[in-house]
């Protein structure tokens, strides 16, 4: 079975400062990884996307994330903040146990930046 | 073009009512997902259609919970006699195939509250 973790339930950093959203997994296969973005009263919006090519992936708005397997982590980061990435943040992974393409997502990170 | 539409946006019904929640997927994408996400918590899987079919159902918490696709676009997810412990947000996703991974888009959710 496929699980995440995210370490935090909330990060909060000033603008101009980096972001570092954990997230740890659970598969027994090679896992697809994800990291979401829900702004308030908005849609889920996909961040970026690891699915076995190469480990250091980058998204979008400057937001970057590294499948490391020695550790099973996958952790979000950006170097610099903006008000606007103030939003909670989910960790996924894809389920191979049920139907095809289902995700597993974490209970989710909120994060706040403060200016 | 349009993404994934929820009506209602918001729903307040009565305890051991009945509820119709529905979702217009991307045109053209074959494959639809149902989503229940609880406050505080990710989203969790209920159902997922290829096409009109309904291809795994695993997530959905019990009997009283039912979704349909008839014309393989539009899904309707139906609640009956409902209870306080079905408020959640409800998304639908959808994605161009279900089969490996492709993106899931997200629709902005629909707000259940039973009184």
């Known amino acids: 079975a496929q699980s995440v973790t995210q370490l935090d339930s909330h990060v909060s950093v000033s603008e101009g400062t980096p972001v570092l959203l954990r997230c740890n997994y659970s598969?027994?296969?090679?896992?697809?990884l994800f990291w979401y973005v829900q702004h308030p009263n908005k849609g889920l919006q996909l961040l970026l996307k690891y699915t076995s090519a190469a480990t250091l992936v980058k998204g979008i708005n400057g937001f970057e994330a590294e499948f490391k397997k020695s550790e099973t982590s996958f952790h979000l980061t950006k170097p610099s903040a903006h008000m606007s990435d103030a939003a909670e943040y989910f960790c996924?992974?894809?389920?191979?146990?049920?139907?095809?393409?289902?995700?597993?997502f974490g209970k989710g990170t909120k994060l706040s930046v403060k200016p | 073009g349009a993404g994934v539409s929820q009506t209602p946006s918001n729903k307040v019904t009565e305890k051991g009512k009945y509820v119709e929640l529905r979702c217009d997927p991307i045109?053209?994408?074959?494959?639809l997902y149902w989503y229940r996400q609880s406050l505080g918590q990710g989203p969790e899987f209920l159902i997922y259609?290829?096409?009109?079919?309904?291809?795994?159902d695993s997530g959905l918490p019990n009997d009283r919970f039912f979704a349909v696709r008839p014309e393989g676009s539009v899904s309707t997810l139906k609640i009956q006699r409902t209870e306080r412990g079905d408020s959640a947000v409800y998304l639908c996703?959808?994605?161009?195939?279900?089969?490996?991974?492709?993106?899931?888009?997200f629709g902005p959710g629909t707000r259940l509250t039973v009184l």
């Open positions: 045109s053209g994408h074959t494959a």
């Open positions: 996924v992974v894809l389920n191979y146990g049920g139907s095809q393409g289902n995700l597993i």
């Open positions: 259609f290829q096409g009109t079919g309904a291809a795994d």
């Open positions: 996703a959808s994605s161009s195939s279900g089969r490996g991974y492709n993106e899931q888009f």
């Open positions: 598969s027994s296969y090679s896992p697809s």
